[in-house]
């Protein structure tokens, strides 16, 4: 999409640019401690702002030249020519975030386990459930909660093929982060929880499809209806 060199840039200016906004909305954060939950709100903003920045301004740039290391040497890279559109660009980005983040934890926490058949509506949740403690367990929010929820289309056996469920986030550490950049109407967001689930059930779950995800935010919680 972009030359590293100039993501770095760019990146580099743009968080200049919010950072002293973040702090008159936020408590202090330690700069560059990305341990530390409200410097990792600030810089998940700025990292996703200037991302969609480059999807918009380089969708159809398919080919570019960047530097790579200290001495100035240059590489030219090219870029999948299907991958010639914004909405191209931002689906293929969201499921390879959704991807790394389930490979680490497939790997740090093995295989998720076996539930009967994943596929009624309490055996999908059981798995989500899995997901958000391994998410918690990690630090991304103080607490999470999984439940089926009633939705027009859905049978409150759990059988039909149609059925809902909530995630409730306490306190994630994408908290501001993810409502400025849906205010800013950004092309990608910071929702590794959901680009996660949604990796985690395409591979657990053949044929499951997730047609929506209604969003809510209050001072202190995210909650994903889908």
């Given amino acids: 999409i972009v030359p590293m060199n100039a993501f770095q840039r760019d990146f580099f200016l743009l968080r200049s ?3 002293e906004q973040y702090l008159r909305e936020n408590r202090v954060a330690l700069q560059g401690d990305l341990t530390d939950p409200s410097y990792f709100d600030f810089i998940s903003f700025a990292q996703y702002a200037t991302i969609s920045r480059e999807i918009k301004q380089g969708a159809t740039r398919l080919m570019f030249e960047e530097q790579y290391n200290a001495e100035g040497d240059t590489r030219v890279i090219r870029r999948d020519p299907q991958l010639n559109s914004v909405a191209s660009l931002v689906s293929a980005f969201n499921a390879g975030v959704g991807t790394r983040i389930l490979d680490r934890i497939l790997a740090d926490a093995g295989e998720p ?3 009967k058949a994943v596929s009624k509506a ?3 949740v059981a798995l989500v459930q899995w997901m958000t403690k391994i998410f918690e367990r990690g630090g991304y929010a103080l607490q999470s909660s999984v439940s089926r929820v009633e939705s027009a289309n859905s049978s409150s056996s759990g059988n039909g093929s149609d059925f809902a469920f909530e995630v409730v986030w306490t306190a994630p550490a994408t908290l501001w982060s993810e409502q400025w950049l849906r ?3 950004e092309v990608v967001v910071n929702d ?3 680009k996660t689930l949604q990796a985690l059930l395409s591979k657990a779950v053949p044929g499951l499809h997730i047609t929506k995800c209604d969003i809510s935010f209050t001072q202190s919680t995210i909650t994903r209806r889908y």
């Fill in 17 to 19: 640019d919010h950072y």
């Fill in 122 to 124: 309490d055996e999908v």
């Fill in 183 to 185: 205010r800013r109407r």
């Fill in 113 to 115: 386990p076996k539930f």
């Fill in 192 to 194: 590794h929880d959901a």
